[in-house]
T-cell receptor, first 113, second 112 residues
Framework: EARVTQNPRYLITVTGKKLTVTCSQN?????MSWYRQDPGLGLRQIYY???????DKGDVPEGYKVSRKEKRNFPLILESPSPNQTSLYFC????????????FGSGTQLSVL | KQEVTQIPAALSVPEGENLVLNCSFT??????LQWFRQDPGKGLTSLLL?????REQTSGRLNASLDKSSGRSTLYIAASQPGDSATYLC???????????FGQGTELSVKP
């Protein structure tokens, strides 16, 4: 089944403890991206990747890192999480072949205490 | 600044009504526009994608239109059903690059 898989689904952590949220897609998509969703602010793009080893900042990249070493994986890294990074995070991918429908993962609810 | 706005934030209608959801964007030079559905606690599902050269796209009871000159897109839902209850979001892409700007969504409730 074609899908975007994020892990974990829920995560509670403490300020300053490094964490990684994984994202994997099995559709051979070139494009992958990360978003955070906050009440009243909607979805905001954190980082995106047009292909392997190519990443770019979205609208809210501060405090986040990403890497794209393989086509299928696009992990989101929080080196030193802070409470203002408490949010619902989504990973998405698309083929980038002209038909650019985005496929989303189920989300990761992160709480930073 | 490029912005995407969806009004109203919430909408409640009785079952069977035809309804229109609105999406406005500040810069008319868009590359494409996409409508999504989000169920509570779930990810987003792409409903319709309209390229800048297109005026509308249809899928079943859904029809999305695009008017670049006025900076507007509408999502028309025919004969609404309780199962249509969800949050609907639009997102605009301004070029072939990777940036995507979302509206804040319209939360739709269809009452039986």
């Amino acid at each position: 089944e074609a899908r975007v898989t994020q892990n974990p689904r829920y995560l509670i952590t403490v300020t300053g403890k490094k964490l990684t949220v994984t994202c994997s897609q099995n559709m051979n998509h070139e494009y992958m991206s990360w978003y955070r969703q906050d009440p009243g602010l909607g979805l905001r793009q954190i980082y995106y990747s047009m292909n392997v080893e190519v990443t770019d900042k979205g609208d809210v990249p501060e405090g986040y890192k990403v890497s794209r070493k393989e086509k299928r994986n696009f992990p989101l890294i929080l080196e030193s999480p802070s409470p203002n990074q408490t949010s619902l995070y989504f990973c998405a991918s698309s083929p980038r072949t002209g038909n650019e429908k985005l496929f989303f993962g189920s989300g990761t609810q992160l709480s930073v205490l | 600044k490029q912005e995407v706005t969806q009004i109203p934030a919430a909408l409640s209608v009785p079952e069977g009504e035809n309804l229109v959801l609105n999406c406005s964007f500040t810069d008319s030079a868009i590359y494409n526009l996409q409508w999504f559905r989000q169920d509570p606690g779930k990810g987003l599902t792409s409903l319709l994608l309209i390229q800048s050269s297109q005026r509308e796209q249809t899928s079943g009871r859904l029809n999305a239109s695009l008017d670049k000159s006025s900076g507007r897109s509408t999502l028309y839902i025919a004969a609404s059903q309780p199962g249509d209850s969800a949050t609907y979001l639009c997102a605009v892409k301004y070029n072939q690059g990777g940036k995507l700007i979302f509206g804040q969504g319209t939360e739709l409730s269809v009452k039986p």
